[in-house]
């Protein structure tokens, strides 16, 4: 990030952020079409992450203009000894502000999160027509090293 901008803060999201949440993720062509324009089902899954412990919705912050989004969720498990995973979903920057370093200090903030609650590996899926994604996550130290299958239900 340029010496002359400030510093990024995050919190997490509100209900009134919803809109500006919907729009950042849906802001290219490969997930538009399935995330649609914002309306009652971005609600209900809003709803339902609030009410979950072991989900966040955060939001990366410049000058009180929301640049930035990802889901945290934590997935407690047996294998791995029963170590917790930080799962990080739907890590979006507006495209304005890409490449100030605003996408590494959100992942830098999912990891301190991770290790606040104990997990013990960050994990994350990133569509195979994303290359610019997978340069940033292998950067930050992330392999590939698994393939993985989706099935709409």
Do not use: C, W
């Not at 939001?59 to 997935?75: H, I, R, S, Y």
């Not at 013990?120 to 997978?134: E, G, V, Y």
């Amino acid at each position: 990030m340029p010496l002359d901008e400030p510093a990024v803060t995050f919190r997490p999201a509100l209900r009134t952020d919803l809109a500006r949440v919907v729009e950042l993720i849906a802001d290219d062509d490969v997930a538009r079409e399935r995330t649609g324009t914002f309306g009652a089902a971005h609600v209900a899954g809003f709803e339902a992450i609030e009410a979950s412990p072991n989900d966040e919705l955060v939001l990366a912050v410049l000058d009180d203009e929301v640049v930035g989004v990802m889901q945290l969720t934590f997935v407690p498990g047996v294998s791995r000894n029963g170590a917790t995973r930080l799962l990080v979903e739907a890590v979006r920057v507006d495209a304005r502000r890409r490449g100030r370093g605003i996408g590494r200090a959100l992942m830098e903030h999912a990891h301190a999160r991770g290790r606040e609650r104990g997990a013990a590996l960050a994990q994350l899926t990133s569509d195979k027509q994303r290359p610019d994604a997978h340069r940033f996550y292998r950067s930050l130290g992330y392999a590939q090293s698994h393939e993985g299958f989706k099935l709409t239900l």
